[in-house]
């Protein structure tokens, strides 16, 4: 699970200098060599960007010398990197002296994400793209923004970016995206072998992670391929390691088949024991449903019902849901009953959420989770400058705006409050329903701790009690997000 932790951002920088003549002696260098990044970075890092005399030097400079475009990109490259508000000033005065200032553009381009300005994003990227077209990161960076957006572009400029960097990580990270975002099997399958064949996965670490997602693919399409390909990368040195594990896992998938068609159920279990994946591979879904059908096949339905109930509780999926209701039914129990058989393993994990009560950025005062109390709750932890987050959120829209908000509440608490000012503009153009919420540093958050990352969610019933956590929602699973919820809200309608 990809997270960003909220230390690394906010963190103060650790080479503030208090000494006024090493202070003036950076400055100096600054005025010397107003076009080198090092002196302004040396400076800016001396005095720190929450100092107010930084920022009126600043100023100062650009008056003095209004024709250059290093000094307000310096400051606002400063800024963008900490994820400050103040930005986008100094980058637009900077673009506007020079529009070939290509790392200016991109600064734009993540400070109108952290706006929500997505469309406007886009438009700075396409200039950071003209401004420089043969920077592979703005290349790719400018295709993957048409994801969502427009698909037959977004697929067309990303193989464009693999095919003119074959060098460059991008162009295996375009390939990867490609692959990893296609929601046809095929296509999933096409782009990951030209991935395999492109790029080569003990060069590029992108491919190496694609080339990993191929494999677990192939271990429910075609396990005999995911051998084999496993064994072709057990022959490089630097990957041969992890591939020789991952040989043997594909063998004995191979084994399992095997064992399942001569309805050998003892072989199979004894594999299916065996079998040690890696823990975010999707094929242990698989796995688990496979356990399920041994037990059956060897006389013991009652056992593979009552694992399948254990294993939704902990990670409810549809394909799951739909065993527990096939088996439930060869037990002679109806879908009333395997519900309750659900919801008697639920309750047994659920536990009381911490409550809070923190500040609301659209009205006065503070929200509580008791003020929830009767609806289900979404409640994910997040800020502005966090990647990941945004790149949740359209997901999560897509699965609330299916439920009335007298049944549902969903909110967001911002980890980051020097982040504050971005918060209503971000929900305003993006236009994400969530409810914003401000966090406390310092507060005991119990069993909602997110321990200072984001994004980390939970789901609370209408009692207020924790459900569902450490979960991520993205376009392979929003059918999952759905089923937790309409689970919950089904439980207090019966």
């Given at each position: 699970?990809?997270?960003?932790?909220?230390?690394?951002?906010?963190a103060q920088q650790s080479k503030?200098?208090?000494?006024?003549?090493?202070?003036?002696?950076?400055?100096?260098?600054?005025?010397?060599?107003?076009?080198?990044?090092?002196?302004?970075?040396?400076?800016?890092?001396?005095?720190?960007?929450?100092?107010?005399?930084?920022?009126?030097?600043?100023?100062?400079?650009?008056?003095?010398?209004?024709?250059?475009?290093?000094?307000?990109?310096?400051?606002?490259?400063?800024?963008?990197?900490?994820?400050?508000?103040?930005?986008?000033?100094?980058?637009?005065?900077?673009?506007?002296?020079?529009?070939?200032?290509?790392?200016?553009?991109?600064?734009?381009?993540?400070?109108?994400?952290?706006?929500?300005?997505?469309?406007?994003?886009?438009?700075?990227?396409?200039?950071?793209?003209?401004?420089?077209?043969?920077?592979?990161?703005?290349?790719?960076?400018?295709?993957?923004?048409?994801?969502?957006?427009?698909?037959?572009?977004?697929?067309?400029?990303?193989?464009?970016?693999?095919?003119?960097?074959?060098?460059?990580?991008?162009?295996?990270?375009?390939?990867?995206?490609?692959?990893?975002?296609?929601?046809?099997?095929?296509?999933?399958?096409?782009?990951?072998?030209?991935?395999?064949?492109?790029?080569?996965?003990?060069?590029?670490?992108?491919?190496?992670?694609?080339?990993?997602?191929?494999?677990?693919?192939?271990?429910?399409?075609?396990?005999?391929?995911?051998?084999?390909?496993?064994?072709?990368?057990?022959?490089?040195?630097?990957?041969?390691?992890?591939?020789?594990?991952?040989?043997i896992q594909a063998k004995k998938?191979?084994?399992?088949?095997?064992?399942?068609?001569?309805?050998?159920?003892?072989?199979?279990?004894?594999?299916?024991?065996?079998?040690?994946?890696?823990?975010?591979?999707?094929?242990?879904?698989?796995?688990?449903?496979?356990?399920?059908?041994?037990?059956?096949?060897?006389?013991?339905?009652?056992?593979?019902?009552?694992?399948?109930?254990?294993?939704?509780?902990?990670?409810?999926?549809?394909?799951?849901?739909?065993?527990?209701?096939?088996?439930?039914?060869?037990?002679?129990?109806?879908?009333?009953?395997?519900?309750?058989?659900?919801?008697?393993?639920?309750?047994?994990?659920?536990?009381?959420?911490?409550?809070?009560?923190?500040?609301?950025?659209?009205?006065?005062?503070?929200?509580?989770?008791?003020?929830?109390?009767?609806?289900?709750?979404?409640?994910?932890?997040?800020?502005?400058?966090?990647?990941?987050?945004?790149?949740?959120?359209?997901?999560?829209?897509?699965?609330?705006?299916?439920?009335?908000?007298?049944?549902?509440?969903?909110?967001?608490?911002?980890?980051?409050?020097?982040?504050?000012?971005?918060?209503?503009?971000?929900?305003?153009?993006?236009?994400?329903?969530?409810?914003?919420?401000?966090?406390?540093?310092?507060?005991?958050?119990?069993?909602?701790?997110?321990?200072?990352?984001?994004?980390?969610?939970?789901?609370?019933?209408?009692?207020?009690?924790?459900?569902?956590?450490?979960?991520?929602?993205?376009?392979?699973?929003?059918?999952?997000?759905?089923?937790?919820?309409?689970?919950?809200?089904?439980?207090?309608?019966?």
């Amino acid at each position: 699970m990809s997270l960003v932790f909220a230390g690394n951002v906010a963190a103060q920088q650790s080479k503030i200098i208090t000494d006024q003549k090493e202070i003036e002696k950076l400055k100096a260098a600054v005025e010397i060599s107003p076009d080198s990044p090092k002196v302004h970075q040396a400076y800016i890092e001396a005095l720190g960007t929450e100092n107010a005399a930084l920022e009126k030097q600043y100023q100062t400079w650009i008056k003095k010398y209004p024709k250059s475009s290093a000094y307000p990109f310096a400051l606002g490259k400063a800024y963008e990197r900490e994820e400050s508000p103040k930005a986008k000033t100094y980058l637009l005065q900077a673009v506007k002296l020079d529009p070939k200032l290509t790392e200016a553009w991109g600064g734009l381009w993540i400070d109108a994400e952290r706006w929500g300005d997505f469309s406007g994003g886009r438009d700075y990227l396409a200039k950071a793209v003209e401004s420089d077209p043969s920077n592979p990161n703005y290349a790719f960076y400018y295709a993957s923004s048409f994801h969502k957006v427009d698909n037959e572009k977004y697929t067309r400029l990303s193989l464009e970016v693999a095919k003119r960097f074959p060098e460059h990580q991008r162009g295996a990270q375009a390939l990867y995206w490609l692959g990893a975002r296609s929601e046809n099997i095929d296509d999933k399958i096409r782009y990951y072998e030209l991935l395999y064949k492109s790029y080569a996965p003990a060069k590029f670490s992108w491919s190496s992670g694609g080339i990993s997602s191929y494999y677990d693919l192939l271990l429910s399409q075609n396990p005999q391929r995911a051998l084999s390909l496993a064994e072709e990368l057990a022959k490089e040195p630097k990957l041969a390691k992890e591939w020789a594990n991952l040989s043997i896992q594909a063998k004995k998938v191979v084994e399992i088949d095997k064992a399942f068609e001569a309805k050998n159920t003892t072989e199979a279990k004894s594999l299916l024991a065996e079998l040690k994946l890696p823990r975010y591979f999707k094929f242990n879904k698989q796995v688990i449903l496979l356990k399920a059908k041994a037990d059956e096949l060897a006389g013991h339905p009652q056992a593979a019902y009552d694992s399948l109930i254990v294993a939704f509780a902990k990670s409810p999926n549809l394909v799951v849901k739909e065993a527990i209701e096939g088996y439930g039914k060869k037990l002679g129990k109806d879908s009333v009953q395997v519900v309750a058989d659900i919801w008697t393993r639920l309750n047994t994990i659920a536990k009381v959420a911490t409550p809070f009560s923190l500040k609301q950025y659209f009205e006065k005062g503070n929200s509580s989770l008791s003020d929830y109390k009767g609806k289900v709750v979404l409640l994910t932890y997040w800020f502005p400058g966090c990647g990941p987050c945004r790149g949740e959120f359209p997901h999560f829209e897509n699965v609330v705006k299916k439920f009335n908000k007298n049944d549902l509440a969903y909110l967001g608490i911002n980890i980051i409050s020097n982040q504050n000012d971005y918060v209503i503009p971000f929900l305003k153009t993006s236009g994400y329903s969530f409810i914003p919420l401000e966090d406390v540093k310092g507060r005991d958050k119990g069993n909602l701790d997110n321990r200072n990352a984001a994004p980390v969610n939970f789901l609370i019933d209408q009692e207020g009690r924790v459900l569902f956590s450490n979960f991520r929602t993205d376009g392979d699973n929003e059918d999952e997000l759905e089923l937790m919820i309409k689970l919950l809200i089904a439980h207090k309608k019966v």
